[in-house]
């Protein structure tokens, strides 16, 4: 009798003995297993110890950047991590992590929500610019993968507003005399005869989508598209994208990232210049095969974001263009390359000085503002735009 009595204390006991156990175990593995510094799977560096002294102790960011510390270095934080998104889809949550898990492999960004959008503010800014340089400004703008690519989403799903969008960046457009390139129609029709123009895995467009889109620009500027047929199309596997890495459904299968080259525009045609501050570094080619080595092969396309770029291509007719973009630009601007001898890209993350005097000193014949829309929607760096 009294063993079973104890028995039955025990087990009152066992989930707060079981707990403790839990709780000073991952302690012990956290500080005993070795620390990363970078994560290859979530593509960004992790948080390190935080420097203990009394002023960040009092202030509280030692506090804050050690809670940092304990999420990134958390034992098995990649296995949590997955189990947490699928049992969030399992549950009917969807989406909660800022990623939806559709059809076919598909990790699509969540709608940009109108109340948070600044595309009114940033159209502003690029006319405001506009109105002090005298070369003609072009707006595109690439439309969401869920807005174009919507039936891969489950019904359950917020609204994509990229037409309450476009409705503002055509209107702003009309009234100061930009000219706007309106991809939704030509993207929705490609998308449904089966051409992917975004990556599954990653929030950008991919070489087809940048193709064209750059077809759709050459309409609108009465220019000729470089055919097809012309480019080498080379394929590489094991992309594993941005929308990926923030997911955490790690058993989606990765994408291929293709390079369209013209054989024309080779190492005696090409030179590339990337300016970081006050250094510039020259290269002979657009694509930095380096990159195909990781798992983010993005930056395959002009080594990823810099302040400044530009491309000369000595095969290509005279004609100076400058872009104010993001990172979509940097599959579409070999494709630019084709039609005019300098393309230089501006980064305005990056790039501190002003655009106006950039265009003014430049002799540019042509202004290109391009941004995916969730970029545009919530970007804050256009504000600085003079």
């Not at 005993?32 to 290859?40: E, M, N």
């Not at 203990?52 to 809670?67: A, C, I, L, N, T």
Request: glycine share 6%.
């Amino acid at each position: 009798m009294q063993k079973k009595k104890n028995a039955l204390r025990f087990l009152k006991y066992l989930p707060a003995v079981v707990l403790i156990v839990f709780i000073f175990g991952l302690g012990i593995l956290l500080w005993a297993t070795p620390k990363a510094d970078y994560s290859s799977t979530e593509k960004r560096y992790l948080q390190k110890f935080p420097e203990v002294s009394p002023q960040s102790v009092f202030g509280g960011e030692f506090e804050e950047d050690f809670e940092n510390y304990l999420a990134d270095h958390f034992f098995a934080r990649n296995f949590w991590m997955g189990a947490n998104s699928y049992y969030n889809l399992l549950t009917g949550r969807n989406g909660v992590d800022g990623v939806y898990c559709g059809n076919d492999g598909w990790l699509i960004n969540v709608p940009v929500e109108e109340k948070d959008s600044r595309v009114q503010e940033n159209i502003d800014s690029i006319a405001k610019f506009k109105n002090k340089i005298s070369v003609p400004v072009t707006v595109e703008i690439v439309p969401s993968t869920g807005f174009i690519m919507e039936d891969k989403l489950s019904e359950n799903h917020f609204k994509y507003n990229d037409n309450v969008f476009f409705s503002q960046l055509i209107d702003a457009c009309n009234k100061n005399s930009m000219n706007f390139v309106d991809l939704r129609e030509s993207f929705s029709q490609n998308a449904s005869k089966g051409e992917q123009l975004y990556y599954k895995t990653d929030h950008h467009w991919t070489t087809e989508g940048a193709y064209n889109g750059y077809r759709e620009l050459c309409t609108q500027w009465d220019i000729e598209p470089t055919p097809k047929e012309n480019f080498e199309i080379e394929e590489y596997g094991g992309f594993y994208g941005t929308t990926y890495s923030k997911s955490g459904f790690w058993f989606t299968p990765p994408d291929s990232v293709q390079i369209w080259n013209n054989p024309r525009n080779d190492e005696n045609s090409i030179s590339v210049d990337i300016t970081e501050g006050t250094q510039t570094t020259s290269y002979n080619s657009m694509f930095f095969l380096n990159h195909l080595e990781e798992d983010d092969k993005y930056p395959v396309f002009l080594d990823g974001n810099h302040a400044l770029e530009k491309i000369t291509n000595s095969n290509a007719p005279d004609g100076k263009l400058l872009v104010i973009k993001d990172s979509f630009s940097h599959c579409f601007a070999p494709f630019l390359a084709d039609n005019f001898s300098e393309v230089t890209l501006v980064d305005l993350r990056y790039y501190k000085n002003s655009v106006s005097d950039l265009v003014n000193s430049g002799d540019f014949d042509r202004v290109l503002v391009l941004y995916g829309i969730d970029n545009f929607a919530a970007d804050t760096d256009l504000a600085w735009l003079k």
